[in-house]
């Protein structure tokens, strides 16, 4: 998928995703605050996907901030054979499974943010 079609792909997402938030009495600046909390993709490890620098989150860490559907809709599943490759954990000290996920390319999501920004001012 080449960078427009992603950027539209996140654009069509973060809008169907702020439809619901409104349709379940939420309002634009609560929503816009929700896609701009990034502090949970501020991670000192890095995570290398395909050979690429990925920004990722831990499931438990954004599932407290954003919907399953947005998460579903944005973020893309690290599979266990990519953390192997990262010497990330898939289980916490206690022996909890650790959800990790990215997004595909995070500059095209930054920019289909920014366009919803804009436009729905």
């Avoid at 998928?1 to 996140?10: A, K, T």
């Avoid at 499931?59 to 010497?87: A, E, F």
């Amino acid at each position: 998928m080449n960078s427009i079609e992603l950027q539209n792909r996140y654009y069509d997402s973060i809008v169907e995703n702020y439809s619901l938030h409104c349709q379940n009495g939420g309002d634009y600046n609560n929503f816009k605050n929700l896609i701009n909390y990034d502090l949970c993709f501020q991670k000192i490890d890095e995570l290398i996907i395909d050979e690429l620098l990925v920004t990722w989150c831990y499931h438990d860490c954004i599932s407290k901030y954003w919907t399953t559907k947005l998460i579903t809709d944005l973020l893309l599943p690290v599979n266990i054979d990519d953390l192997i490759k990262n010497r990330l954990h898939s289980k916490d000290t206690e022996d909890n499974i650790i959800e990790y996920y990215y997004f595909e390319k995070y500059n095209d999501f930054l920019s289909a943010k920014d366009k919803f920004s804009t436009s729905f001012k």
